[in-house]
């Protein structure tokens, strides 16, 4: 069973859209949680931690469930600019210092 | 913010040749820096754990004697693809983790290789 397992993808969603991730992670004890962003050919860039009590950052929003082990992505209003690889990244030590878990990525493409 | 440079950032060689890889931290000492390899549409899979003034560690069924790890200082690890076949044809990147660091550090990525064997 891989670590971390993504929504198979891939978004293809009309600007304006809100368009929702979904990921499960199989270690309970990973500490950490992340989404990051990768655009075609380039290195991953971090979009955002994931906390427990829910976190917001315009129009992202990202949630953890740690009795399902489950985290999500929310995107409201969707930017041509969004299209993009969506990273779900699980640390099984108490920041991003320990080694990380890649999910495979969930490709999203916003239309005009 | 801190950066990691990865250089080259795109290499194409023969079959039988060796090839480095160079990731410095411009803005910060890292003493643990991480080597991933991308195959199209897959993960990121951590190849090994490169520790500064000491041997790398391994990932299960990533070959040591394959893929030569260096950290000889603070800001520098290298990684070497010796006698190269076209199933090395991959993107490797690296990332750095400070010395010093918060929890929910953010991680911070090289540019990546993208090497081709021909």
């Known amino acids: 069973r891989k670590e971390v397992e993504q929504d198979p993808g891939p978004f293809n969603v009309p600007e304006g859209a809100t368009v929702a991730f979904n990921c499960t992670y199989s270690n309970s004890a990973s500490q950490s949680f992340f989404w990051y962003r990768q655009d075609c050919r380039k290195e991953p860039k971090l979009l955002m931690s994931v906390y427990s009590s829910g976190n917001e950052d315009g129009r992202f929003t990202a949630q953890l469930n740690r009795a399902s082990q489950y985290i999500s992505l929310l995107i409201r209003d969707s930017k041509l600019s969004d299209s993009a690889t969506y990273l779900c990244?699980?640390?099984?030590?108490?920041?991003?210092?320990?080694?990380?878990?890649f999910g495979r990525g969930t490709q999203l493409t916003v239309w005009p | 913010g801190a950066v990691v440079s990865q250089h080259p950032s795109r290499v194409i060689c023969k079959s039988g040749t060796s090839v480095k890889i160079e990731c410095r931290s411009l803005d910060f000492q890292a003493t643990t820096m991480f080597w991933y390899r991308q195959f199209p549409k897959q993960s990121l899979m951590l190849m090994a754990t490169?520790?500064?003034?000491?041997?790398?560690?391994?990932e299960q069924g990533v070959e040591k004697d394959k893929f030569l790890i260096n950290h000889a200082s603070l800001t520098l690890s290298t990684l070497t693809v010796t006698s190269a076949h076209p199933e090395d044809s991959s993107f490797y990147i690296c990332s750095a983790s400070f010395t010093l660091g918060s929890p929910n550090t953010e991680a911070f990525f090289g540019q990546g290789t993208r090497l081709t064997v021909v």
């Open positions: 990244v699980v640390s099984d030590r108490g920041s991003t210092l320990g080694r990380l878990y």
């Open positions: 490169s520790n500064e003034g000491s041997k790398a560690t391994y």
